[in-house]
């Protein structure tokens, strides 16, 4: 049947839940009762409801990862359960970016783009996460060496306010500093008669995103593979 009723689709799902992948346009109810019976169906509905989403979460938080772009609510209950899985979410909104922050600063490793108030809240909350900011502002750069002067080895272009601000604060760290500028050079050896030389670039944060990139593309693979072979088996 091409367009099957949503009453032939409930006596279908009922027996068969699986058989929701072979429906294109399955009713919310429909969708509903798969999902309750099997959560895992929930990787067969190309674009499930929102109740339907919500649903599948609940039952198993590693359902995120095969819902394509689940709604702010959806995200919200995953991460609210457990802050790694963030991971799953290709473009998680601001509100979901602070909760994981809230529960594991760390993260921030699997945020693409996270907004300026999540970096800062990241680094405010264990200043060694400025590691995964590609380009932080003064602000983020700030925060990090006032928790812990060493973590300017983080940053590859310290601004020199931030420099000054190491550089005042503890000679070890100073000695870390990428790129000085020529006032900082100066300083640096009237204070500790240390001369400053262009560091090495910090630690690899474009290889940060290329395994973030991977882990997310490797398990919506590993879902896809799923899918397939729970649709054969009915």
Same mark, same amino acid.
């Given at each position: 049947? =091409?367009?099957? #009723?949503?009453?032939? $689709?409930?006596?279908?799902? %009922?027996? @068969? ?9 399955? +009713?919310? /109810? ?16 190309? *674009? ?24 702010? /609510? ?12 963030? %991971? ?14 809230? #529960?594991? !600063? ?5 945020? *693409? ?5 999540? &970096?800062?809240?990241?680094?405010? =909350?264990?200043?060694?996460?400025? @590691? ?28 020199? *306010? ?6 005042? !604060?503890?000679?070890?760290?100073? =000695? ?8 900082? %050079? ?11 030389? *262009? ?6 944060? !474009?290889?940060?995103? %290329?395994?973030?990139?991977?882990? &997310?593309? /490797?398990?919506? +693979? ?9 649709? $054969?088996?009915?």
């Amino acid at each position: 049947i =091409a367009s099957p #009723g949503e009453r032939v $689709q409930l006596s279908v799902i %009922r027996s @068969r839940p699986a058989y929701i992948g072979f429906i294109s346009n399955p +009713t919310e /109810k429909a969708q509903l009762t798969a999902v309750e019976r099997r959560a895992e169906c929930i990787s067969l509905i190309s *674009k499930p409801a929102v109740k339907v989403q919500l649903m599948a979460v609940l039952k198993d938080t590693a359902h995120i990862a095969s819902i394509k772009e689940p709604a702010e /609510k959806v995200q919200l209950a995953a991460v609210q359960k457990n802050p790694e899985y963030i %991971r799953h979410i290709e473009s998680p909104t601001v509100k979901v970016q602070h909760m994981a922050i809230q #529960g594991n !600063a760390d993260t921030l490793r699997h945020i *693409k783009s996270p907004a300026d108030t999540v &970096q800062l809240a990241a680094v405010q =909350a264990k200043g060694e996460t400025i @590691r995964y900011v590609s380009e932080p502002s003064e602000v983020v750069q700030l925060a990090a060496v006032r928790s812990n002067p060493l973590n300017i080895r983080y940053i590859e272009n310290p601004t020199e *306010k931030v420099q000054f601000s190491v550089l005042h !604060a503890d000679r070890e760290a100073a =000695a870390l500093i990428s790129s000085p500028s020529e006032a900082v %050079r100066k300083q640096a050896e009237e204070m500790y008669g240390l001369k400053l030389e *262009k560091q090495e670039k910090p630690a690899d944060r !474009a290889g940060i995103f %290329r395994n973030t990139a991977h882990t &997310q593309k /490797k398990d919506r +693979t590993e879902y896809a593979i799923h899918a397939k072979t729970f649709r $054969q088996a009915g």
